[in-house]
């Protein structure tokens, strides 16, 4: 049968651009498999007790504990102090995190964002937009060079993605139809609280307020669902400290964040309330 | 055109071991074929674009883990027609605008009428009948390629061929 599709020619160079770039980008298994888990062991001992022994170290496990109103930072995650699921990325990938603190690694993917009424994920890799249930069954996937920084917005019944994509913003409807370019702005935000760093140490204010100051760095200030609280994020003590900045003032932490998600993971969204 | 089995196998090698060269090789000899496949059986030249793109792009994350001595084209035509078969269901439960491209100027008439009917089959059906007389597998290939009992295969080869001929 001898036949040619429409368009192949300039298909193929159009798809040659973004398989190169995702081939280029691609990273190669050349070390066997049998040595990383011992090597990882190693070396995330060797970090512990550097951690710990180290005045900075022990700096930042007095600095939690000082400052006014923690409770026990736990052990590990247990539980979100309020209704929600969480969205977050790690080098294993993205994981979704349930308010009694299960959590389930829906693949490997980097920036996500959850559907209006937390029903679904978009989520982008390498060369993809990806949406996925919440149990990580794939929807839908299109094709779209270097995808980053999905926000998923709208209604129950009419909703839309926007993305960049080298660079340039792009649309697509929530049922992965009617992909197109809508300019070259930046993508919106979630609502976040600001982060500011004093010296050696970092604060996060609140409607101008500061409701919680530590030692090192922060790295995000996520706003709960229904408004009353934020997830801190806090690399250098490797925990995430919940504080409900009302009256009485709560701050809850959780411990060892890195060793539970594999690496200290990025909040992508916390949602919903119910 | 792809390259011979020998031929295909020192590019996979040479790919997985970072040779970009090697890699566009083994593209170039497998997009016609992916990219046709996935048009006539979605008859959309867009999304047969996206289906073969992503074909590529799945071999390219499984590329590390790829048994090289097996065939490269089947597994990637395994990935493009499945994905090409789903997307095609998904659009016949999407009523919209008919969005069929036109066909090339310098396709003869009796193409344009095989192809229109082609169309108008299921997309199981059009699927079987592409791996087949497109891309030459044979019934007990398809049967693995897509899952299938191979009994499954030949009926709907049959019952497509026989749709074609009646309308024809």
């Known amino acids: 049968m001898r036949f040619r599709a429409p368009g192949e020619e300039e298909a193929q160079e159009r798809t040659w651009a973004v398989v190169r770039r995702a081939y280029e980008e691609r990273e190669p298994v050349a070390w066997p498999r049998r040595h990383v888990r011992p090597l990882a062991a190693a070396a995330l001992v060797a970090v512990v007790a550097a951690a710990a022994l180290s005045p900075p170290g022990r700096s930042v496990v007095h600095s939690l504990r000082k400052a006014v109103g923690v409770e026990q930072a736990e052990p590990a995650l247990f539980s979100l102090p309020t209704h929600g699921n969480l969205l977050v990325t790690s080098r294993k990938g993205l994981w979704l995190v349930h308010r009694d603190g299960s959590k389930r690694l829906l693949g490997r993917y980097r920036d996500a964002t959850f559907s209006p009424h937390g029903l679904f994920v978009a989520a982008t890799r390498a060369n993809q937009l990806v949406a996925l249930d919440t149990k990580g069954n794939v929807r839908w996937t299109l094709a779209r060079p270097a995808p980053s920084r999905p926000v998923w917005s709208g209604t129950r019944t009419d909703t839309r993605i926007t993305y960049l994509s080298r660079g340039q913003l792009r649309m697509v409807a929530g049922d992965g139809t009617g992909d197109h370019a809508i300019g070259r702005r930046r993508a919106a935000v979630p609502d976040t609280a600001a982060i500011r760093r004093r010296g050696g140490q970092s604060e996060v204010l609140d409607r101008g307020r500061v409701v919680f100051r530590g030692t090192g760095s922060f790295e995000q200030a996520v706003r709960s669902p229904d408004g009353r609280w934020l997830l801190v994020t806090w690399p250098t003590a490797d925990q995430w400290v919940f504080v409900r900045p009302g009256t009485p003032r709560r701050i809850v932490g959780a411990s060892r964040i890195s060793v539970q998600f594999g690496g200290f993971p990025r909040v992508q969204g916390w949602c919903c309330a119910g | ?168």
Do not use: C
């Open chain 2, 1 to 168: 055109m792809a390259g011979s089995g020998r031929d295909e196998r020192a590019w996979v090698r040479r790919a997985q071991a970072g040779s970009a060269s090697d890699f566009e090789a083994l593209f170039r000899a497998h997009w016609g074929p992916a990219y046709r496949a996935a048009y006539l059986v979605v008859r959309d030249a867009a999304a047969a674009e996206d289906i073969a793109q992503e074909g590529f792009l799945a071999a390219i994350r499984a590329l590390d883990r790829f048994d090289r001595r097996r065939p490269f084209g089947p597994w990637l035509h395994r990935i493009v027609v499945n994905r090409a078969i789903d997307w095609a269901r998904a659009r016949a439960l999407r009523p919209e605008a008919e969005q069929v491209d036109a066909p090339a100027p310098e396709r003869a008439e009796r193409d344009e009428e095989l192809l229109a009917e082609l169309g108008r089959l299921s997309p199981e059906h059009r699927a079987v009948i592409v791996l087949r007389y497109l891309l030459e597998y044979t019934p007990g290939e398809i049967a693995e390629l897509l899952e299938l009992p191979r009994g499954t295969v030949n009926s709907r080869l049959r019952r497509g061929l026989d749709t074609l001929k009646e309308r024809l």
